[in-house]
């Protein structure tokens, strides 16, 4: 039986108590899980899948990509510790559901796809939704979005072989950058990367994840 969007919020919220010991949080912040309960999972998956749109599992979107699943996505969002004035950036739009996720606790949202389709039909996604505080753009995330930065926070939704260095340069004192690290098709262990207002960067490994490459190649525009 497919999950109702209620059960998948109530799987988040049971998922982050079994995993408090590796996340250091037993529960998703109220803002985080108000807008996991907002924006709408089934808008951002093939109509194919719509039926399993709120099970807690990842779910093909076309291009060999995936919408990762919705704990991933909830914990990820919360480990950015983002506030209503946050800028972030998004590396890896896909379907754009992150990006919506984040849209909702960030005052900006700047998002790079690799893909030219998927960053169309997420731009129209966005502009059907009358989402206005996202801008997606397609290039190599592994450059970042100089000419926006620096970040409050960076979520890269694929996986690195190794920190991109841009990345950490583009974030800003006291910004976080959550990003999935290790061989591709395997499993990744998932970096919460903080750079101090001293501007010491500092490492915390959180947990296991297994994503779909980050594409290190050149320009796309
Ligand atoms: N955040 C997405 C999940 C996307 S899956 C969602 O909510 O649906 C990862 C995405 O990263 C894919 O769309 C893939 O094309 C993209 N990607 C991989 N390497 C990239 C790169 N170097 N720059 C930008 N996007 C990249």
Redesign the pocket.
Same mark, same amino acid.
Do not use: K
């Given at each position: 039986m497919a999950d109702t969007w209620q059960q998948m919020l109530d799987t988040i919220a049971t998922e982050a108590r079994y995993t408090a010991s590796m996340t250091g949080r037993t529960q998703f912040s109220e803002a985080v899980m108000q807008a996991m309960s907002e924006v709408d999972r089934s808008a951002?998956v093939p109509a194919v899948n719509r039926e399993q749109a709120y099970d807690n599992g990842p779910l093909p979107?076309g291009?060999g990509?995936?919408?990762?699943q919705p704990y991933i =996505?909830a914990l990820m969002t919360d480990l950015l510790e983002l506030t209503p004035d946050s800028v972030v950036l998004? =590396?890896?739009?896909?379907?754009?559901?992150?990006?919506a996720v984040l849209a909702q606790l960030a005052r900006q949202v700047y998002?790079?796809?690799?893909?030219p389709e998927?960053a169309e039909v997420a731009r129209k996604r966005f502009a059907d939704l009358g989402v206005t505080n996202i801008e997606v753009r397609c290039?190599?995330?592994?450059d970042g979005w100089q000419e926006k930065a620096p970040f409050d926070g960076i979520?890269v939704?694929?996986a690195a072989s190794e920190i991109p260095p841009a990345l950490i340069e583009q974030l800003g004192p006291g910004g976080r950058l959550v990003i999935p690290v290790g061989p591709p098709c395997s499993y990744q262990e998932l970096l919460q990367v903080t750079r101090e207002p001293s501007g010491d960067i500092h490492r915390r490994r959180i947990l296991g994840v297994a994503? =779909?490459?980050?594409?290190?190649?050149q320009k796309y525009e």
């Open positions: 951002f979107i291009n990509q995936t919408i990762s =996505v998004e =590396v890896g739009t896909g379907s754009g559901y992150q990006a998002s790079l796809e690799r893909i998927l290039a190599n995330g592994c979520i939704t694929a994503f =779909v490459p980050l594409i290190n190649d």
